[in-house]
């Protein structure tokens, strides 16, 4: 396989395929992450953060690629060629980077893994948020086959993941998969919404469209039957909850999500603060993800 850009005038990186190639999976498409490969003698990559700094090794980051093949810029377009041809910062040679937009990850075996567009990358409280990272995370429990990262305008800093079922009948619930993530993403980037669809739409080309993506009109379902604190913990966490959500506290029963209510990542690390403060715990941040109900929250504490 070759990975290549317009702007080079030809390929940038190759990848042998093994032979046999790995079989197709049911739906016709091969399985295991085909890498793009290492550069070609006339390439050089470099694989920096948003700072034009290097990542380390296996970390995310915006492939950029100068080099003998790379071309001089865009005919007629002075402003788009200033914008994508940037002076190198690592050579003294006058030399300049292209920015692809692609973003990758290189393995100690030197290969390029293809993760997406740095376009897509979010925002969450001020954090760039790359959904590939938590889609990726998402699809390595064995109940999700495929799954989609998205913000919403009316909740931008909530962060709603869409996920195709490995078995419709048997869905994983949202404490399952935040105790999955808990342990393989950093807290504030763990989803707080799950949507459960029957495919992902793409755009002509056959790439993931998340603007057709369906737009939730109100939070997953928060539980009907309304049942009220009956001991002193259950009341103060409905206290501290309704305080950091604005919410009139007798609206909060002690079967309702944290989550579901409303609540992030941001919100859990200021109510794990509240906590430990006010009831003189040792209350840890992950708690809150695998028991975000307030009955199954006071349990612990």
């Known amino acids: 396989t070759a990975y290549g850009i317009t702007e080079t005038s030809c390929d940038s990186t190759t990848y042998p395929l093994p032979t046999p190639p790995a079989p197709p999976t049911p739906t016709g498409t091969p399985t295991g992450n085909v890498p ?116 919403h305008p009316n909740h931008p800093n909530h962060i709603h993941a869409y996920l195709i079922p490995t078995n419709p009948h048997q869905p994983p619930t949202p404490t399952d998969l935040r105790t999955h993530l808990s342990t393989r993403l950093p807290h504030p980037t763990i989803p707080t919404h799950y949507h459960l669809i029957n495919h992902l739409p793409t755009t002509t080309t056959g790439k993931l469209d998340r603007t057709q993506l369906p737009h939730p009109t109100t939070h997953p379902t928060i539980p009907t039957t309304h049942t009220p604190p009956t001991t002193p913990t259950q009341h103060h966490l409905i206290t501290l909850i309704a305080t950091l959500l604005n919410k009139p506290p007798h609206t909060i029963s002690t079967t309702h999500n944290f989550f579901d209510l409303g609540g992030h990542s941001l919100l859990a690390t200021q109510l794990t603060h509240h906590i430990n403060t006010t009831l003189h715990t040792n209350l840890h941040l992950t708690t809150i993800f695998n028991t975000p109900t307030i009955h199954h929250l006071a349990t612990t504490i």
């Not at 990542?55 to 950029?64: F, N, S």
């Not at 080099?67 to 914008?83: C, D, M, N, V």
């Not at 030197?110 to 990358?121: C, K, S, W």
């Open 36 to 151: 793009i490969g290492r550069p070609l003698p006339a390439t050089t990559i470099h694989i920096l953060d948003p700072h034009l700094q290097p990542v380390p090794l296996g970390t995310p980051g915006e492939l950029h690629l100068t080099g003998p093949a790379l071309t001089r810029g865009y005919h007629h377009q002075p402003h788009l060629t200033a914008h994508q041809y940037i002076a190198n910062p690592h050579a003294n040679d006058g030399s300049r980077l292209y920015r692809t937009g692609d973003l990758v990850r290189q393995t100690p075996d030197g290969n390029l893994h293809y993760l997406g567009r740095t376009d897509h990358q979010l925002r969450i409280h001020g954090h760039r948020i790359e959904p590939a990272d938590i889609e990726t995370a998402l699809t390595t429990h064995p109940a999700i086959k495929a799954a989609a990262i998205t913000t």
